[in-house]
């Protein structure tokens, strides 16, 4: 059992409660106009175009495929910015057991472990493995997914994840097509199956003036939730698009303001949401 892991993060104060380690799993079933790290979002098909574009000699290809050595790699990312996929040649085939022996050694230090993306979820059978070491080693579990996955038929999955952090990228279908490409009924499902069970730990929107309605969608998501705050104190981040790794077609959204971002926290505010950040 292996899954395709772009990086792991030792420390993050947010990706969750407490400080904790971030595993980032390559791949992804959306594909969201404003999305800030493309390059996570397929698998490598050893096209070669990163190995002309790498000037210190991290890359070769050997027999078809791309290898990369990371002693050599001078951190330039030349190579992602010129993969035509949405790929990176930097990912590594982990088992559960190989990414669990490299968290273990911050667990002096860690509350917990975060699962994210990509969209992680493509990796399910890995991340319920993952999960039963890192609990047995005492720390919490995080999945940090865009819900384009049912949760409703992972009991296993579910019964080792303390918490999900949820995308609600678009509201209304329609709008969430234009922004990702798909329809949206198994995120809403998904956001009310996991609220139901208290597994939903946070709520987040990015708000991309011009692309969607943010207004309509955290107003909407806020009704839809508020029934299951009296549950589980759920919360709500806000995000602030920026251009900064966005595809170079999609970088020339506006950057929201704060007195647009503190409008959208008054709306949420006033369905009980008392949990929210503005980042």
């Known amino acids: ?124 059978a890995f991340i319920e493995e993952l999960f039963i070491l890192c609990q047995s080693a005492g720390l919490t579990t995080m999945i940090d997914s865009n819900g384009m996955f049912d949760f409703s038929g992972s009991g296993e999955l579910l019964k080792v994840t303390d918490g999900v952090m949820l995308d609600i990228k678009a509201f209304d279908e329609k709008q969430h097509i234009e922004v990702t490409g798909a329809e949206n009924k198994q995120i809403l499902h998904n956001a009310v199956l996991l609220a139901e069970c208290g597994k939903l730990y946070e709520v987040r929107t990015v708000v991309v003036p011009g692309l969607f309605d943010a207004k309509e969608t955290i107003q909407r998501t806020g009704k839809l939730l508020k029934p299951y705050l009296t549950l589980k104190d759920i919360r709500y981040k806000i995000i602030a698009y920026r251009p900064m790794g966005v595809r170079k077609a999609y970088a020339h959204y506006e950057v929201p303001d704060q007195k647009y971002l503190k409008s959208l926290e008054l709306l949420l505010r006033e369905e009980g949401f008392q949990n929210i950040i503005i980042i």
């Open 1 to 124: 059992m292996q899954a395709v892991v772009n990086k792991i993060i030792p420390f993050s104060a947010v990706d969750g409660p407490g400080n904790r380690s971030v595993v980032f799993l390559q791949g992804c079933n959306l594909d969201c106009k404003y999305c800030h790290n493309p390059e996570t979002r397929a698998v490598c098909i050893h096209c070669g175009n990163c190995v002309k574009a790498c000037q210190s000699g991290a890359l070769k290809t050997e027999q078809g495929k791309v290898f990369y050595d990371e002693e050599k790699c001078i951190r330039c990312d030349a190579c992602i910015r010129v993969c035509p996929h949405d790929s990176t040649p930097k990912t590594k085939v982990m088992s559960p057991l190989e990414v669990f022996h490299l968290i273990q050694k911050q667990i002096p230090f860690i509350s917990g472990i975060t699962v994210s993306g990509g969209e992680c979820t493509l990796y399910q």
